[in-house]
């Protein structure tokens, strides 16, 4: 899965194949046994999600297959604000699955929408609910998805792409059978061999003339393979930003020289006009809808490119600070996604890291005041600070969910900042914490393993700091 450039008010989510990648207005990440999937939630039955993912293809996912706060990230996604009764449910959905804290909020908000019908039946569920939900309450049979219940359009005989299907088991120990393309995203793709990386460099410049048209270039430098048809003067000045940033990333992330990370070397495409993005977008990558983002980066298993198009329209150093920021924030989705396993990460993490390096690199490296997605982040911290509106990190786990969603971007890098800056003393602490959530522990586990402190005192420190931080910026 790839995450995208959030420039003209969209984040892009791109993924090669047919594996659970989409760059709906509202995409989110869902993790079963045996895979992940991402996509916007367009449909939540008792016995299945439905998600559309970047090709416009619905994604059937059976409901019994995913954790209690997944589905109810699902089912909150296509929740009415103002429908109490479906408020209502849904918190009586989180008593069951004994998620005291979400049930709270849902009911009391279904009692300030219509307090005539909920409010007493909420004084009564929150008064009188036990601790775990009684036995018959949390076997329901709706929440079971009997094997019969598994798409229909299974072929199991079939083994080209689309038709191939995977059985994984499900958390009560259901078995399923899934679309093995959910699984495209985790793929094992091995490098290219000598002969083969030189005959996909001369492959893809013939292609790129032919699509895209201009005098196409392509040179290696230690970690990169960098496609450009560019003036000279601008190729120049983003290709000593892409080893700086690499450089940046392996400190960061504790990375030795070695250890797993993209196949061969990164190939990056610098691309001289928007409309030859568009062609790019559409006829190499096969993804045109990924031409309304500012740049993206797509991976398949290791094998990995990230793609910058130049703003034509925009002055000379505008238009290159605007691409070096989009190299920044794209380069870290593709090192954060790779090094160690190739593991799904929950988008605050992916969004905040993202960001942070961009902010940081930007300020750091070319003394660039073009930081108005900072200021613009920092605007909205300060804000939610005043009006005692920070969200908790368990509901900005899958924030941003889409490009539209400013605070969810603002929240995200504000995470990775507290514990980026807060724990500089031990800098082991963040790659510890990444690499044990990509070694499959839970983000509370990874946390408390990383920093010696639980995920709840982590919040505490989180909020102690956003009060303070908010008073300088966040510098």
């Known amino acids: 899965m790839g995450a995208g450039r959030k420039v003209l008010g969209v984040c892009w989510v791109l993924g090669l194949g047919l594996c659970a990648t989409g760059w709906a207005a509202e995409s989110i990440t869902l993790k079963f046994p045996g895979g992940s999937a991402r996509g916007e939630v367009v449909k939540v039955t008792k016995s299945e999600v439905v998600l559309k993912n970047s090709a416009g293809k619905e994604q059937i996912i059976p409901a019994a ?66 601790e775990a939900p009684p036995a018959e309450v949390a076997q329901k049979p709706e929440e ?184 920044y924030h794209e380069g870290t989705h593709a090192f954060l996604q790779l090094v160690g396993k190739n593991t799904q990460l929950n988008s605050w993490l992916h969004e905040g890291m993202a960001q942070f390096i961009e902010f940081l690199c930007m300020e750091r490296y070319t003394g660039s005041n073009n930081l108005g997605d900072r200021n613009r982040a920092v605007g909205i911290l300060r804000q939610a600070v005043r009006d005692g509106d920070v969200i908790s990190w368990y509901e900005g786990r899958q924030r941003p969910m889409g490009g539209g969603d400013h605070p969810g971007y603002a929240f995200a890098w504000s995470r990775f900042h507290f514990l980026y800056t807060c724990f500089r003393s031990n800098p082991r602490a963040l790659p510890t914490m990444i690499n044990a959530i990509k070694d499959g522990k839970s983000e509370e586990d990874a946390m408390k393993a990383a920093f010696g402190k639980s995920y709840d005192e982590l919040e505490q420190g989180y909020r102690v700091w956003m009060e303070q931080s908010s008073k300088n910026n966040f510098k």
């Open 65 to 130: 297959m995913l954790e209690p706060k997944d589905l109810l990230h699902c089912r909150k996604q296509i929740l009415d604000p103002k429908d109490a009764k479906g408020h209502f449910e849904l918190g009586e959905f989180c008593l069951q699955k004994n998620l005291k804290e979400q049930a709270k909020e849902l009911l009391t908000q279904a009692s300030t929408l219509d307090p005539a019908a909920y409010k007493l039946k909420v004084e009564d569920l929150l008064g009188a609910k036990p």
């Open 144 to 327: 079971k998805q009997p094997e019969k219940e598994a798409p229909k359009t299974a072929d199991p005989e079939k083994k080209d792409g689309d038709g191939e299907w995977i059985e994984v088991r499900g958390p009560n120990g259901q078995i399923f059978k899934i679309p093995a393309n959910l699984m495209a995203n985790q793929e094992d793709i091995a490098p290219k061999k000598p002969d083969e990386w030189e005959k996909f460099k001369t492959d893809r410049l013939q292609e790129l003339k032919r699509v895209c048209g201009g005098d196409w270039k392509v040179e290696e430098t230690a970690h990169y393979c960098l496609f450009n048809n560019l003036d000279p003067k601008d190729y120049e000045a983003l290709k000593v930003q892409c080893e700086g940033l690499y450089g940046f990333l392996k400190e960061v992330m504790d990375y030795k020289e070695g250890d797993p990370l993209w196949n061969n070397k990164c190939p990056v495409y610098f691309i001289k006009t928007r409309n030859q993005f568009l062609q790019f977008a559409s006829q190499i990558d096969r993804a045109p809808g990924a031409a309304n983002s500012g740049g993206y980066f797509r991976h398949r298993g290791r094998e990995v490119h990230i793609v910058i198009p130049l703003y034509d329209w925009m002055n000379g150093k505008q238009k290159i600070e605007t691409a070096t920021s989009t190299l």
